[in-house]
């Protein structure tokens, strides 16, 4: 048997949204800024996908820029808001928990001028408002908090961020890094006071290499790329049409089992930690309240390296990932398990196990099944 539990690295096309490119690719290829009629039916799909994208964000297609991935999202937003309004400020918020493709970008305008703050969080990794509140300031610019965190699955207190930024008075723009939480939750960037929203389409069921930054009308970024004039000349380059639509397909039959799946999620998610407490020297890094991710568990196996036990597991048909992603001897680059105060044996033994809607119980009992076997052998070795 197998059991893939690394759904926030990547997960599998459904059938249908892979038919969906098998078209585009074959049939309707054109280019869509081609005038001829290929090039028109391939607009088509693109100007579909903006539409299936609003609808679900409650936006206006225009407010939707297709990317690569949701790194180029996260750059776009992050880089492109802060060289468009440099002359504002160059105050920038964040926090010590974030994605590498936003802090990279974050270190990048620092070594620009840019005065870079990394706020901190608490043990369960949700950021502490009081020194955002303390930071916010008539400098600043930008605020860029992720929705959910990729490592332990803490869910960010985001619609309160954003009442705190229109509170202060300050004109700062608020971006979301939301590509572990699309798919997932109902996101409504308007009426939850955010002008930027990265997505990604390969975290819910689309194509790799396809991702989505929502802008809201009226905000000022910077295109990164510069050619054609694509997208309104934000992002330049042939369409990825395959890809675009693919995602958009994807997110359409997300959306259309939400209920469904978040149940689903919450019965594995469960399944999963009652496992878990029952072992010896297992101790629970994702926040088990109401600020945990339904679809995120990160567990530290103490007495075993996370690689060690990664590999373990795999040897057995079970596919986790490494939880610790730690950097502690660059500034502002630390792990997220070092931010909210894991030891360095607790970070060198977490496993990050994460669902889709295709995850199932069988797949779940078999994990912990074999955690159970492994386990024992494991710690006997390393002691020697």
């Known amino acids: 048997m197998q059991a893939y539990l690394d759904n926030s690295a990547t997960t ?3 059938m249908s949204v892979a038919n969906k490119i098998q078209e585009i690719f074959i049939k309707d290829f054109g280019n869509p800024s081609s ?16 539409e299936i994208l609003a609808k679900l964000l409650k936006v206006t297609p225009k407010e939707i820029i297709f990317t690569s991935c949701g790194t180029e999202s996260n ?3 992050i880089v492109g808001a802060a060289m468009a309004n440099r002359r504002t400020g160059k105050k920038i918020l964040t926090t010590q928990v974030e994605h590498a493709s936003v ?3 974050m270190l990048f305008l620092k070594e620009q001028g840019f005065d870079v703050v990394f706020l901190p969080v608490d043990d369960r990794g949700v950021v502490q408002l009081d020194a955002l509140r303390k930071e916010l300031d ?4 930008l605020v860029s908090i992720m929705m959910v965190n990729n490592v332990i699955g803490t869910r960010q207190p985001v619609e309160e961020v954003a009442s705190i930024i229109k509170e202060s008075g300050s004109k700062a723009l608020f971006h979301v890094d939301a590509i572990q939480a699309f798919g997932k939750y109902e996101i409504h960037p308007k009426r939850m006071g955010i002008d930027l929203l990265s997505i990604s389409g390969h975290k819910f069921h689309g194509p790799k290499g396809s991702g989505v930054l929502f802008v809201k009308e009226k905000t000022k970024i910077k295109p990164l790329m510069l050619g054609g004039g694509q997208q309104n000349g934000m992002r330049s380059g042939t369409d990825n049409v395959p890809g675009s639509a693919g995602l958009a397909w994807a997110a359409k039959e997300c959306y259309e089992c939400l209920e469904d799946n978040t149940n689903h999620y919450m ?3 469960k399944l999963l930690l009652d496992g878990l407490k029952n072992m010896d020297d297992v101790v629970i890094n994702s926040p088990i309240d109401e600020t945990g991710a339904m679809h995120i568990v990160n567990a530290s196996f103490l007495g075993v390296r996370s690689e060690v036990l990664l590999h373990a597991l795999e040897d057995v048909g079970v596919y986790v990932s490494s939880g610790s992603a730690c950097s502690s001897n660059k500034p502002g680059k630390e792990g997220t398990l070092d931010a909210i105060g894991c030891d360095r044996d607790r970070a060198d033994s977490a496993i990050r196990f ?5 995850t199932t119980t069988k797949e779940i009992e078999y994990t912990l099944e074999q955690l159970n076997k492994l386990l024992p052998v494991l710690r006997k070795y390393s002691r020697h």
């Open 354 to 358: 994460s669902f889709s809607d295709l």
């Open 12 to 14: 599998p096309v459904t």
């Open 138 to 141: 008539e400098e600043t610019i």
């Open 35 to 50: 005038l001829h009629m290929k090039g028109v039916e391939a607009e088509k799909h693109l100007k579909e996908a903006k």
């Open 103 to 105: 802090k990279e970008p």
């Open 267 to 269: 019965l594995c998610k």
């Open 75 to 77: 750059n776009l937003a």
